[in-house]
């Protein structure tokens, strides 16, 4: 979130000093203050930010200078659409984590590129027709880049380390049993590509948490007490269709055989753009008054390899068991 | 251990107590089987005997203990002598309130009975005598049952806590008079504790040797070879108290009969049994008129039984001969009414005229479990039926006191029940039980409106022997009666939010299912602004349900089956789109299954839900685990649908 802030202010300034040297320099009917508002149109701002590329293109060819490299203004545009594009995504249908690094990622790029062009032409000016004061707000604007862009990369790799350093990474083994000691519930873990990770990784309010073989594959369980299984159900469809509208949902409610646990059952599967096929299993286990959950899912675009993760998710959340 | 001691002025001397005596011409003679000779003002209890007990400080003082029991029988070619003598501590006010009189049980028919001594030792030592005024012969019967067993009720007198009481009497039973084999039981336990039991039987001559069996664990006996049998127990518990139970399988008990075989038995009731069969003319005419025209057996069968069950009513005569032998046919058809033996012979002899053969079969209808008559007697049996296999090779057994249940099924309450069948080499068995004694369907419609009502529109149909009991409590009711029990049982079941309307179907016919079925509208149940989410309860199954669950965890539960269907439509208007039901189920466990499936058609959501337990036996260790599946069934069993607000354009 940090670095999204950062990007979008980023293009509110580059935005607004593009916009103010052009009016001293080019043309006095620019209002740069009408510009900043552009990144609220959300991918339409790829047609100002066209317009004000193209008239630095303009401005480059007129003055018949070399000025390095400059952005091209469609270029530019489809930069704009494709970095709003995954925010829109998020809107719609997408999960959160992978589909934010992509926002970042591309909200990072699109103010070096196109900075580019108007530092390189800010360096090349004369003093006749250039005040000083853009040329040092390029300098500035080059030492902002720097920090904003270059110092913006390790720290968006530390963050992605601290990260996985959080999700405290205990390698799982087959057979491994996991669970609070003396509790009604414990799970048996019967594939070793799952690791252990702290809670708060995945969920506020996990008693467990899991990251299985990727990172787009995953399981939390919840400890409840005094909850109904038609509930617990209820709302993990309901948390489910929130972010994926689309999902094919199915509950079921049986017993485990041999015993008097309660089983319910939700499975949501579907496919999106971003992520390809996904799906989401609860398995909710009911023991009197104590029930626990275990939500586990994946999201793959090969289909094959969809088959192999489900597979694998499916497994892992069958390994929650209740201590008899 | 600090001890107190709790001690009467008076004390107990087993050994000491009167031999059982012959009547005497100063006897007041308080029946025509009981006399009374208890007039003695002095106490029994000879004072150098200490009957003093020690009660342990803190420990549970019993309301009643039987300090001494004893059962003294002597058996000779005329008679079975029978003296019994009974001492109580009564330890509390409620034992004095709820065992404050004594019942002395015997046999109209065949038996005298002699009150020697029934006295009060009270706390201050004080004697109080009964006064054989006081003393009430009733009749110990049961409607349905045949014997012909009575009881003395005997009140004690003077009776506080700490007191003492004493009752001594005979009953000598008239071998001559006696219908059948002399044989009888009794429990060695009791509900209270005892604190000696003592079983004495003697017999003049080794032909006179009866067979005898002891249930009870810590009981010793010996056998002399002067024709002897001494039996003692000390220490005997209270046997624990649980619902659903039938006591006579589970309390031990201490049979003595007159040495025979289950042939025997079977031989002697079918010689008396054919003796009402008649062949006069009014039965050859009923049974054809009741045949007319029906072409199958079971058409004839049931309109037989019909007859017999409905327009031959119950009236028991049962004493003297009558308790076992049934009056001849023609006269109970003459006279329109008899009992359960009346009826099976009128049953047999009617159907026998229409060529079908069935045979008369003994029931207990105490006791569900062959294992425990060990001994062959008659003794066991208090009941008579009817049973037969038609040329189709299916077996029937028909009870004609019930006029509730049709041919299809027994009667509910000697379903499972230990029976003779008095037909070839038979020995006892147990009779046919359904596999599901309850058995309801469930058609519920609900309509939400658009104001944010419910529409009920319910309807429910009753069969076996569940079925059977409601159609016999509604029988006969006018339709008011019938609105308030439809009414209460609604506002008990489902809620008491309204009062529906009810209608009713098949309370007079047994062939059909009992249905009920009503109309009713809940008002602002609901927010037809808000989206929509409903939940209901099964509330018929949940009632069901609570009446078969057990808190008997001490013996063996016999549960009787429950099966339940229900369709249930909800019809959410178009206001709201149905954008969520509950969950399917289909859970399964050893003691049943409970399934359920939603269907989506529009803006109707159709739930169609089953359940079947079938009746079955729940060990003791069992029945925790019996009823946390019954309530899982409650708990889990809510439908649900919700739906989200339609746009209004």
């Known amino acids: 979130m940090l670095f999204l802030a950062t990007a979008t202010l980023y293009q509110f300034v580059w935005l607004y000093r593009t916009a103010e040297d052009l009016r001293k320099s080019r043309d006095p009917s620019i209002t740069p203050w009408h510009w900043v508002a552009a990144p609220l149109l959300g991918p339409l701002m790829a047609v100002p930010a066209h317009y004000l590329a193209g008239y630095l293109k303009s401005w480059q060819v007129e003055e018949d200078r070399e000025v390095g490299h400059l952005a091209e203004p469609v270029l530019v545009a489809m930069m704009i659409i494709v970095a709003y594009l995954p925010l829109f995504m998020l809107v719609v249908d997408t999960a959160v984590i992978s589909t934010t690094v992509v926002v970042i990622t591309l909200l990072l790029c699109l103010p070096y590129l196109t900075l580019q062009g108007q530092l390189n032409l800010n360096k090349d000016k004369g003093k006749d027709q250039y005040l000083d004061k853009p040329r040092s707000f390029a300098r500035h604007q080059m030492i902002g880049m720097v920090v904003g862009v270059f110092l913006a990369v390790p720290l968006y790799i530390y963050t992605l380390t601290d990260m996985w350093e959080r999700r405290g990474s205990t390698e799982l083994v087959e057979g491994k049993v996991i669970g609070p000691e003396g509790d009604f519930f414990q799970i048996r873990v019967g594939d070793t590509e799952w690791t252990q990770v702290n809670t708060g990784n995945l969920s506020d309010e996990s008693d467990f948490e899991f990251l299985g073989p990727d990172e787009w594959t995953w399981a939390v369980v919840y400890d409840s007490t005094g909850t109904d299984v038609d509930d617990v159900m209820s709302y993990r469809v309901e948390n489910i269709k929130e972010d994926y509208r689309s999902a094919t949902c199915k509950q079921t409610k049986t017993l485990l055989p041999d015993s008097l646990i309660v089983l319910g059952t939700v499975e949501c599967t579907g496919r999106n753009i971003l992520e390809g096929s996904y799906i989401f299993i609860s398995r909710v286990l009911r023991d009197k008054s104590r029930v626990v959950e275990i939500v586990a899912s994946t999201s793959q675009s090969d289909l094959n390899a969809y088959e192999d993760y489900a597979l694998r998710v499916r497994s892992f959340a069958n390994g929650l068991e209740l201590v008899q | ?649």
């Open chain 2, 1 to 649: 251990m600090k001890a107190r001691t709790i001690c009467w002025s008076t004390c107990l001397g087993t050994g000491l107590f009167l031999a059982a005596s012959a009547v005497r011409a100063d006897d007041l003679q308080l029946d025509e089987n009981v006399t009374w000779s208890a007039f003695a003002q002095e106490s029994v209890i000879p004072a150098s005997v200490d009957l003093s007990i020690e009660v342990a400080d803190g420990a549970e003082i019993d309301n009643l203990v039987v300090r001494f029991r004893r059962m003294d029988i002597k058996l000779s070619a005329d008679t079975v002598e029978t003296s019994v003598t009974r001492v109580y501590r009564y330890g509390t006010l409620e034992g004095v309130r709820d065992y404050g009189n004594i019942r002395t049980y015997f046999d109209a028919t065949s038996d005298a009975v002699n009150v020697q001594h029934a006295m009060v030792v009270d706390s201050k030592g004080d004697i109080h005598v009964v006064e054989p005024g006081t003393v009430q012969i009733l009749p110990s019967d049961t409607f349905n049952v045949f014997s012909d067993s009575r009881y003395a009720l005997i009140p004690l007198k003077g009776l506080d806590v700490g007191a003492t009481a004493i009752v001594i009497n005979t009953i000598t039973t008239d071998r001559n008079n006696d219908i059948g084999p002399w044989g009888m039981s009794l429990y060695e336990q009791y509900a209270v504790p005892q604190e000696r039991l003592e079983i004495q039987i003697s017999w003049t001559s080794p032909k006179f040797r009866p067979e005898w069996h002891s249930q009870l664990d810590n009981m010793s006996c010996t056998e002399s070879d002067r024709g002897s049998l001494s039996c003692v127990a000390t220490g005997i518990p209270a046997y624990p108290t649980g619902e659903n139970t039938y006591y006579d399988d589970v309390v031990p008990q201490f049979v003595v009969a007159e040495k025979k075989s289950w042939a025997d038995i079977r031989v002697w009731y079918q010689r008396l049994f054919e003796s009402a069969l008649s062949a006069d003319g009014s039965i050859v005419d009923t049974a054809a008129r009741l045949s007319d025209g029906l072409e199958s057996e079971t058409k004839i069968l049931e309109a037989i039984h019909n007859f017999v069950a409905t327009k031959v009513r119950y009236v028991g005569l049962e004493h003297g001969d009558s308790a076992y032998v049934p009056h001849p046919t023609s006269t109970t058809l003459g006279r329109r009414y008899g009992d359960c033996k009346d009826k099976a012979a009128l049953l047999i002899d009617l159907l026998h005229h229409v060529g079908i053969e069935m045979s008369p079969v003994l029931v207990s209808t105490t006791r569900r479990e062959t294992g425990k008559l060990v001994v062959p007697t008659r003794n066991y049996f208090d009941h008579l039926i009817v049973c037969g296999t038609l040329s189709n090779g299916r077996e029937y057994c028909l009870d004609g006191t019930d006029p509730y249940t049709g041919i299809e099924s027994l009667s509910g309450w000697v379903q499972g029940a230990v029976a003779l069948p008095i037909v070839g080499d038979s020995t006892p068995t147990r009779l046919p039980a359904s596999r599901y004694a309850w058995v309801m369907r469930e058609d519920l419609g609900l309509t939400l409106t658009e104001t944010g009502d419910l529409q009920e529109r319910g309807g429910m149909e009753y069969g076996g022997t569940y079925g059977t009991s409601i159609r016999r409590n509604l029988s006969g009711l006018s339709s008011e009666e019938l609105q308030d029990w439809a009414v209460k049982d609604y506002h008990g079941a489902v809620s008491d939010l309204v009062d529906p309307s009810f209608r009713f179907a098949g309370i007079d016919e047994t062939g059909t299912d009992l249905a009920v079925s009503w109309d009713v509208m809940y008002t602002d149940l609901l927010l037809p602004s808000e989206d929509l989410d409903y939940s209901e309860r099964s509330s018929w199954l949940n009632q069901a349900i609570n009446s078969l669950r057990t808190e008997n965890d001490v013996y063996d539960y016999r549960y009787p089956g429950l099966q339940y269907e229900s369709v249930a439509t909800v019809d959410v208007n178009s206001i709201w789109e149905v954008d969520y039901t509950g969950p399917d189920i289909d859970m399964q466990s050893r003691f049943g299954e409970f399934r359920r499936i939603y269907d989506i058609n529009g803006q109707t959501v159709t739930v169609t839900t089953s359940f079947a337990a079938p009746a079955t036996v729940i060990k003791a260790d069992d029945v925790a685990h019996f009823n946390r599946f019954m309530d899982i069934i409650q708990e889990e069993g809510k439908l649900r649908v919700m739906g989200a607000l339609r746009d209004v354009d």
